[in-house]
């Protein structure tokens, strides 16, 4: 996860608290048939944590396959879905258990965790679709970061961010 | 839902006691995207009862395009997703909150509420399976019925089922 927040200082002190071998993110995913109709379907943990302002995130993507869509459906905690399009639509949509997102294709999506606990989701996708997260880090991060705010959170533009390429 | 149950009898019974009006099943579905990567999402409810000895069902379904698999996941209640395949494999597993079934692509399917309260599930799958009916109507019902047993459910065979077409 190194490069992926914008306070690397940070990263780094938490990192050497913790270790750089605890787990803060964790994907269980099974994909039960070969094909185009199959589905992968899994659950996805992040631990709560803030490096610097920002809130933990996911690594996030796009899907290798771009149109293909994603369901994230939320179990536990409190956690935002953050997505962007490589032409610079942007959303960031709150989840709490049972509430759920379908991520449409072509949006870049990362999930961060606003709350106090581990945010839980379900996740439910082609298993065709693939992950592609270089259009991330070659962009120097997403455009927007989800920031502390009093004791909420908002969207702030990520100064690092240097554009995706044109769909 | 005429023709889904084998007690005909009973089922008109139960129709003349509620009201043909009566809504026992439904779903609400949502396709946020047209396109091939597209995903159908939404959630399925089924109010328990019981047409003879069968506990409440689904209409059940083949996908059209047969590979698509497609995501139950339980939000409430206590059902049964029953599986078959056109070559005769058959399956039945039971659904309680937080439990999930991924049916496979060329599974015939149907949720069967084996419970008091309402099944419901959020489902999801590829937006382009589409569903194909008849393939239960045709056979004379699904192979194996579920059926009450003592405070619990059974699988009895249909003594009504003609059998599957040849995959």
Chains 1, 2 share one sequence.
Not at 59 to 67: K, Q, S, T
Not at 136 to 146: E, F, H, K, P, T
């Amino acid at each position: 996860m190194s490069g992926v927040y914008r306070d690397d200082a940070a990263w780094r002190a938490a990192v050497a608290e913790r270790g750089a071998d605890e787990l803060v993110y964790w994907v269980d995913d099974h994909r039960y048939q070969e094909g185009p109709g199959a589905l992968i379907v899994g659950t996805s943990t992040l631990l709560p944590g803030r490096i610097g302002d920002e809130f933990a995130v996911t690594r996030g993507h796009l899907h290798a396959v771009a149109d293909r869509a994603e369901l994230y459906h939320c179990l536990s905690g409190r956690g935002v879905m953050l997505l962007e399009t490589l032409d610079g639509q942007s959303a960031a949509i709150e989840l709490t258990p049972g509430k759920a997102v379908n991520v449409p294709g072509h949006w870049i999506h990362r999930s961060v965790n606003v709350g106090d606990e581990p945010f839980v989701t379900l996740f439910c996708y082609a298993a065709d679709a693939g992950q592609d997260y270089a259009v991330i880090s070659d962009a120097g991060g997403m455009q927007n970061l989800v920031v502390a705010d009093g004791d909420g959170w908002t969207l702030t533009a990520n100064p690092d961010h240097t554009g995706y390429p044109r769909p």
